[in-house]
């Protein structure tokens, strides 16, 4: 089964880490999710709260706030799956949008591309959302 690696970094989102978390859980494709949360040196607790789920998720500490990409890459250069290296999983995650199978998002906020259903499952799964960034 292909496998989707989510990476969520945070900064000081304690009041709604826990919301974002069960929805990437139970979002209903058909692959196998890992999440990867990124503390990017939060003071409001989401750190202490983050530490608890980390047997559960990939959690990695920033010591001090260094900003969102750095967050990302910090996700991305984690630990890899077995038989994998980061620079697989990038090009996993960028496939299906290099390949055309995604439909770029129109509102305002982060820039999502959307995983259409016409694609073949190897390339993505249908009505995954892929962050790309602000």
Not at 33 to 60: A, C, F, M, N, P
Not at 105 to 110: H, I, K, L, V
């Amino acid at each position: 089964m292909e496998k989707l690696s989510v990476i969520i970094p945070v900064y000081n989102e304690l009041a709604t880490i826990a919301e974002i978390i069960r929805r990437v859980e139970e979002a209903k494709i058909p692959v196998v999710k890992e999440i990867i949360l990124v503390d990017d040196g939060s003071t409001d607790g989401s750190r202490e709260y983050l530490r608890q789920l980390s047997g559960r998720h990939t959690v990695v500490l920033h010591e001090k706030n260094r900003g969102k990409g750095a967050a990302v890459r910090s996700g991305l250069s984690g630990p890899p799956a077995a038989g994998s290296s980061s620079k697989t999983r990038i090009s996993n995650m960028i496939r299906p949008i290099t390949a055309g199978c995604c439909a770029r998002s129109r509102r305002a906020g982060p820039t999502l591309f959307t995983v259409r259903a016409t694609c073949s499952p190897t390339r993505a799964p249908a009505g995954a959302t892929i962050t790309a960034g602000d």
